[in-house]
């Protein structure tokens, strides 16, 4: 993996917490749909973060670099 790619690893989680952050704000801005909402983010974010994770872990392992 090159390091471009690690960086554009980065700036899409990066843009995905954002993006999450933003629409927790609206989801608990109407409270009848917040709690469904607010935990299928956070199930977003395990699976984004898990992903993002294990690419640097390869990355990271790889003896070439």
């Not at 749909?33 to 790889?62: H, K, M, P």
Request: aromatic share 6%; hydrophobic share 65%; net charge positive.
């Amino acid at each position: 993996m090159r390091a471009s790619q690690l960086v554009a690893g980065l700036v899409v989680a990066g843009t995905l917490l954002a993006g999450i952050g933003a629409l927790v704000t609206l989801a608990l801005s109407s409270l009848q749909l917040a709690a469904v909402i607010v935990v299928a983010l956070a199930a977003l974010y395990v699976v984004a973060a898990s992903a993002v994770g294990s690419r640097s872990r390869r990355w990271l392992a790889n003896p070439y670099w």
